[in-house]
């Protein structure tokens, strides 16, 4: 077997929770057209981790969960779970479970029956059952509402129920897809945090879809890219924001995104937070530029500085997000010499988008 | 040519158009089935009702109210009794049935494959065809004297001597039957196909996430959630069934004996080919509160499930 230690091409690397080989997954759409939702795609999951998949709609994140839970087969490749090859199984074999962005709960059934289902499909004797039913529910502090039914509880409650189902099983790994998006902006933020504490507590490898990135950085051990089918980069959120593989990572995550200014076959990459006002930039090791301000955005103490630079490349429009610390008189209408510290500068191919070696800029 | 009018100020020089006013488009919609349905279903109804409690038939057909008459004449009559024994037990088994056929074939209706379109058309084929005409081809593929499938159930050893399928109690009932889930399965299917459709995608997904095999997702997922259209495709089929007395006319004729008498038939019988009009009136009445009871009865024992299968009635938008 490949999972085997001795057959491993990562020698003293113990099995993968989840390993994706070559996935392809190619869809046949209306008129002939194919559509490639997955491209190819290679990614490995650890034992424990809290892996997110994070990507604009339509990238594939989704149909690389549904390929790992066995909803879907991939055209090409493998998945192996727990270092078994999974391909052709069907879900039930595979010991995942997974909560929708819906969370598709039996709406005919009540919590209790909802979250006993899987442990009758099991064949669990009732007395295990009840058990496991009221530990589920006391770990996400839902007891009082074993009773109802579905249609009678909040967002939020639904989406513990839909956790209580998926824990029940013990299963090898949990795949949410986009669990939070059907919950309004406050409540999510709590769930958010409880959904790491709660994922802390069991250990069991999570494999999380977002489009939010607050989500992803917040929640992931690590960040998985994708666009397009193709994993763009994987890496703690440290790495993905700092480090950005390419163009793509760099623009889709951080809010605002990162600035790109066109400097020959290449691209100047910074963050709007290390744009500052000259005189807020260590001088030895600095770039600087003019910036001449169009608009102030004044949001939750900081101020986004809008505006165009030049001289480090061609006059590109930028951002600049000076925290409440910088107090520097700004006025719309002005130029004003901003700077950016050396080691922030990240440099990309300008045709291909990709990381390349730094550029010496003098300032 | 008119002239443009100028933009953003009401045309006050228009008059409004009839067909601008909704409460005049609402009544002009609605009189054709308004005429329809009083000519038609509520005429006939209330002559019904006023013949059963008569004694007019086809010789002397002058109006004389001759109070619950008719119905002790039909209550002492075992005649009606068969009939409406037959008829119940025939419209039961029939709706099992079709149930039970209309839920495959709407499972192979939803089912994605080439060519599901004259599929689809094609199985729909013996709702369309007039209940008259079917009766007839089915007459002919049953009887004895030239049905191709008389010889094949001889050479199996189901038939023997002079019996034929329609000339014995057990089997001719069978045959009404079995025409009958043949005309209704196509109607039930399209309605529990709907039923299908409906169930959310994510929910079947769930379950075969939370390792329920092929059983325990019928009968744990689906059945019950489409369990308020089964009973409409049952109730549905049960009152054409129920009413109807085309096939057992064509096909048997009642016979033999009584055997296969239902209840419309023998209205029929009793109305028209007897000439006594009260007592005709008078079974066929007794088939409405009858068909009204069994009706909201079960849709009555539907709605408390019902009440609780919102699957997509409340809940945000994603």
């Given at each position: ?5 001795a057959?491993?091409?990562?020698v003293?690397?113990?099995?993968k ?5 070559g ?6 759409g ?7 939702a ?15 998949l994070?990507?604009p ?12 839970a066995?909803?879907?087969q991939?055209t ?31 709406p ?9 289902f899987?442990?009758?499909?099991e064949h ?9 039913v ?5 770990l ?13 509880l909040?967002?939020?409650?639904r989406?513990r ?11 090898a ?18 769930t958010?945090d ?16 977002t489009?939010?990135q607050?989500?992803?950085m ?11 089918g ?13 480090e950005p ?14 600035n ?36 102030i955005?004044?949001l ?13 490349g ?17 006025t ?13 500068l990240?440099f ?10 730094p550029?010496?800029i003098?300032? | 040519?008119?002239?443009?009018p100028?933009?953003g100020?009401?045309?006050?020089g ?11 488009l609402?009544w ?22 006023a ?6 038939n ?5 109006y004389?109210f001759?109070?619950?008459?008719n119905?002790?004449?039909?209550f002492?009559d075992d005649?009606f ?6 008829t119940?037990a ?21 089912a ?6 004259p ?18 081809s089915?007459?002919w593929?049953?009887d ?19 019996a034929s399928?329609?000339?014995?109690p057990?089997?001719a ?12 399965t196509p ?5 529990l196909?709907a039923?299908l459709?409906a ?15 092929f059983?325990?997702r ?12 089964i ?14 007395m085309a ?5 048997t ?11 419309p038939?023998l ?5 028209v ?6 007592q005709?009136?008078?079974i ?5 509160p ?9 849709l009555?024992?539907?709605?408390r499930p019902e ?7 409340d809940?945000?938008e994603?």
């Open positions: 077997m490949r999972g085997e230690p057959g491993s091409e990562r003293g690397a113990a099995v929770a989840v390993e994706a080989r996935l392809v997954k190619v869809y046949q209306a008129r002939k057209e194919r559509v490639r997955l491209d190819g795609l290679n990614l490995t999951i650890g034992h424990g981790e809290y892996l997110v994070l990507g709609s339509g990238c594939g994140k989704t149909t690389l969960l549904r390929t790992i066995g909803l879907e991939p090409e490749g493998e998945v192996h779970i727990g270092g078994h090859l999974a391909n052709g199984l069907p879900p039930r074999l595979r010991r995942v479970a997974m909560v929708f962005q819906s969370y598709a709960l039996y005919h059934k009540t919590v209790r029956h909802n979250i006993e899987p442990l009758k499909a669990v004797p009732r007395h295990m059952r009840e058990r496991k009221r530990w589920a529910a006391d996400l502090g839902i007891p009082h509402l074993l009773g109802r039914k579905p249609r009678h909040s967002g939020g409650e989406q129920v839909a956790l209580a189902r998926a824990l029940v099983r013990e299963p790994v949990f795949l949410l897809d986009e669990p939070l998006s059907n919950l309004d902006a406050k409540l999510r933020a709590t958010r409880e959904l790491r504490r709660f994922q802390q507590e069991i250990g069991t490898t999570t494999i999380y879809v489009h939010d607050d989500e992803a917040g929640l992931g051990d690590r960040v998985a890219v994708l666009d397009a193709r994993l763009r980069q994987v890496g703690t959120p440290r790495d993905i924001y700092d593989a390419d163009t793509f990572v760099a623009t889709f995550v951080g809010s605002p995104p990162m790109l200014v066109s400097r020959g076959d290449r691209l100047v990459g910074f963050r709007p937070e290390h744009l500052l006002p000259a005189e807020n930039v260590a001088y030895d090791s600095r770039v600087t530029m003019p910036l001449r301000i169009d608009r955005e004044y939750s103490g900081d101020r986004h500085v809008y505006g165009s630079v030049t001289r480090i061609l006059e590109t429009r930028v951002i600049a997000r000076l925290p409440a610390t910088v107090i520097t008189p700004l719309v209408g002005e130029t004003h010499e901003f700077a950016v510290p050396a080691d922030r990240r990309f191919d300008a045709e291909y988008g990709t990381r390349t070696a550029v010496r003098g300032g | 040519m008119r002239g443009v100028a933009r100020r009401p045309r006050a228009e008059k409004a158009r009839l067909t601008d006013r909704e409460g005049f609402a002009a919609f609605l009189l054709p089935s308004v005429v329809y349905l009083t000519a038609l279903v509520a005429a006939p109804f209330c002559l019904t009702v013949f059963a409690f008569s004694d007019a086809s010789a002397a057909p002058s004389r001759a109070g619950l008459r119905f002790r004449a039909i002492r005649v009794w068969r009939a409406l024994g037959d119940l025939l419209t039961g088994l029939s709706m099992a049935l079709v149930v039970f056929f209309g839920m495959i074939l709407a499972n192979v209706l939803l994605d494959f080439r060519g599901k379109w599929v689809r058309l094609l199985v729909l084929l013996p709702w369309t065809t007039p209940v008259a005409l079917s009766a007839i089915w007459r593929l049953l004895s004297a030239y049905s191709p499938v008389d010889p094949i159930l001889r050479d199996a050893g189901v038939l023997h001597g002079g399928l329609l000339g014995r057990p089997l009932t069978a045959s009404v039957v079995a025409v009958h889930v043949w005309r209704l109607l039930a299917a399209v309605i196909m039923g459709a169930i959310p995608r994510d929910v079947g997904e769930a379950a075969r996430l939370d390792g329920a095999g059983w325990r019928l009968f744990g997922v689906t059945i019950p959630l489409t369990l308020p259209v009973v409409v495709a049952a109730v549905f089929g049960a009152a054409v069934t129920f009413a109807d096939v057992v006319r064509v096909l004729g009642g016979g033999p004996g009584a055997s296969t008498q239902v209840l038939a209205a029929y019988h009793r109305g080919e007897d000439g006594d009009m009260g005709g009136a008078a066929a009445l007794f088939l409405f009858l068909l009204l009871a069994g009706v909201i009865g079960v009555r024992a539907v709605r009440d609780a299968n919102d699957g997509e009635a809940g945000e994603p």
